[in-house]
């Protein structure tokens, strides 16, 4: 005689394995997503740079591709990208890690677990309303005080970009701040340091790993942000490393591109593709070192 | 030097440090109080400039070559129907990609590399995830610049916030749950079904609540798969008078979206468009700030009401 739950216990194995493969069949989606963009930009891409000798990426001096005769200067499109991210670091680094540096050490805990829910709303607000910001408030303001800057600039765009990287610096590098043992903290107190002291001294060095790695991604986001750049710094592309100057970015001349009628194949198809390669080159390089410094720091934690 | 005046010495020396103490908490202070000020900054500047544009018209309105006259109805309806489309996506298969991770897969370097993806699939620049959905869904799969194609695209950039939230609401269940449900002879799955996931619900709806939040304020993907700027008609109708009743035409149709709609504005000229501009970028605002006010709240709630 069967055991009289064996039916129902066959069909709970059945359930399972169903489940079981509707679940695996998740965690594939995932990896089909990143097979996607990679093949996509790989194949988009190729014809262009096959097309155009390595030699003309390296050595023109503007990016005109659609142009009828095109210029393919590289360069041109990466100091935009270079000049933005590097002013909203130059805002951000140095607020995000003051503000790390008070939230773990030095603010009472009901002002942290207040502060720390609102500066994520910081990246939460959509960036096209940073870039309606950057571009019709901030610009004016700065014409204020340095009458020739033109309408777009890099430096309102990075300026508003920095703001909106903040909560990525000063979020991951409180947890790894706070993360340091007590312990080394009272180890400098008892010798007599005082709390800023110890902050500089002692947990700076010992969340420095994490501390990295809060850069590192805040680099990657800057590098690929796109509506605040499209919106405030300009669509042309322009060899300048002056911040007071308008430049696309490579992220921009993919939208500048975008807005107008493109036929699958042309040349500006794929431009942008080309264009979209580098772009994740470059953010898969500091996403990947990001994640190996945050693995080292959680190791040694 | 007297002992005297090596008491003295330190004392000035500590009273120094009490002092740049003091002196960096208001600095941390006042710097904190300033970067949450933008926040207040940006949104009551949105309002100077475009609350008086809302109103029922607004909403109701189609864009138009007159600002005064123009509205953002095919942009909301647009915003609404692709998050429908990115949520019937991304939520299904997000969570079970975390329960598949967390509970099921075993420790091997096939796991190691899904999780090392998803890790960095949350750093790819959203344009990207654009450039993507313009040669395989809009190409290939000749979908089209259709919402089915936009909203594919942001449900492959939300996947891992729904993923990432997943895991971490189950990893928060102590073991013991599961034990005690596979010693009264649960599958696995039914330790899922009946007691983990009644558990993360809170978390995993937290994830989901900032996953569409990130969802609706996109515009760079959207604008790459070639989301049209000036859209002046709904898409077809969901529900039709002849059967089936239902019809899916409405995925197949261009669209706008809300985010789209303020780029188009804030890239023209003219004070009238501004304010349009500044309006939709106010409804944006309260859309998505009250969505993450909410999965806060909703966070600290439900980290409030377990014990274990």
């Known amino acids: ?301 | 030097m007297l002992p005297e005046r090596m008491i003295e010495h330190q004392k000035g020396r500590a009273l120094r440090r009490k002092a740049i103490d003091r002196w960096f908490g208001r600095l941390g202070f006042v710097l904190t109080v300033g970067t949450l000020g933008v926040l207040a900054v940006l949104l009551l500047n949105l309002a100077a400039n475009g609350l008086f544009r809302i109103d029922w018209h607004f909403l109701t309105s189609f864009p138009s070559r007159r600002a005064a006259e123009a509205g953002v109805l095919s942009a909301w309806v647009g915003t609404a129907l692709l998050m429908l489309v990115t949520a019937s996506l991304a939520i299904p298969l997000g969570v079970a990609a975390g329960i598949y991770l967390e509970e099921y897969a075993p420790k091997n370097k096939w796991t190691d590399f899904v999780e090392i993806n998803i890790a960095n699939l949350a750093g790819v620049p959203s344009i990207l995830y654009g450039l993507m959905a313009l040669s395989l869904f809009v190409y290939q799969f000749r979908f089209g610049q259709s919402i089915l194609a936009g909203g594919m695209a942001l449900a492959c950039l939300v996947l891992p916030i729904v993923i990432v939230s997943t895991r971490e609401a189950l990893r928060t269940i102590p073991a013991m749950i599961r034990e005690a449900a596979f010693a009264l002879g649960s599958t696995r799955w039914q330790a899922v079904w009946h007691h983990l996931l009644p558990y993360s619900t809170g978390g995993i709806a937290t994830g989901v609540i900032l996953s569409m939040s990130r969802a609706i304020g996109e515009s760079s993907p959207l604008i790459t798969i070639g989301a049209l700027t000036f859209i002046a008609f709904l898409p077809p109708p969901a529900i039709v008078d002849h059967a089936p009743f239902v019809s899916f035409e409405w995925i197949f149709s261009p669209f706008t979206a809300l985010p789209i709609q303020m780029f188009n504005w804030v890239s023209r000229p003219g004070e009238e468009f501004q304010a349009n501009a500044a309006a939709a970028g106010l409804l944006l605002m309260v859309i998505t700030l009250g969505m993450n006010g909410a999965a806060i709240l909703l966070r600290r709630h439900a980290q409030r009401n377990i014990k274990w």
Not at chain 1, 234 to 240: V, Y
């Open chain 1, 1 to 301: 005689m069967p055991h009289p739950y064996e039916s129902s216990r066959r069909l709970d194995k059945a359930v399972e394995w169903i489940m079981v493969w509707m679940l695996r069949f998740g965690g594939w989606a995932s990896v089909l997503v990143t097979f996607g963009i990679v093949i996509t930009l790989i194949t988009e891409s190729e014809p262009f740079f096959s097309k155009v000798p390595f030699r003309r990426l390296m050595t023109d001096k503007m990016w005109t591709p659609l142009f009828a005769d095109p210029q393919y200067g590289m360069s041109a499109l990466l100091a935009g990208t270079l000049v933005t991210t590097g002013v909203a670091l130059l805002v951000a680094i140095p607020l995000g890690t003051i503000l790390a540096i008070y939230l773990s050490e030095f603010a009472p805990v009901r002002l942290r677990e207040f502060v720390k829910p609102m500066l994520e709303l910081l990246s939460a607000v959509p960036t096209v309303v940073y870039g309606y910001f950057a571009l019709l408030t901030l610009t004016p303001l700065l014409q204020k005080i340095y009458p020739d800057l033109p309408q777009f600039s890099m430096l309102s765009a990075g300026l508003i970009m920095g703001i909106m990287i903040i909560p990525y610096v000063t979020s991951l590098g409180e947890d790894s701040m706070r993360s340091v043992p007590m312990l080394l903290r009272e180890g400098a107190f008892a010798l007599g340091d005082g709390k800023l002291g110890v902050a500089l001294r002692v947990v700076f060095p010992g969340a420095f790993s994490g501390l990295a790695a809060a850069y590192v991604l805040a680099i990657s986001r800057a590098v690929g942000e796109t509506m605040i750049v499209a919106i405030a710094a300009g669509l042309q592309p322009k060899l300048t490393f002056n911040p007071l100057d308008s430049a696309a970015t490579v992220t921009a001349f993919i939208v500048q591109v975008s807005l107008g009628d493109l036929p699958h194949g042309s040349i500006g198809y794929q431009s942008i593709f080309a264009a979209g390669a580098v772009l994740f080159l470059m953010t898969l390089g500091f996403n990947l070192a990001g994640h190996a410094l945050r693995r080292r720091f959680h190791r040694a934690a």
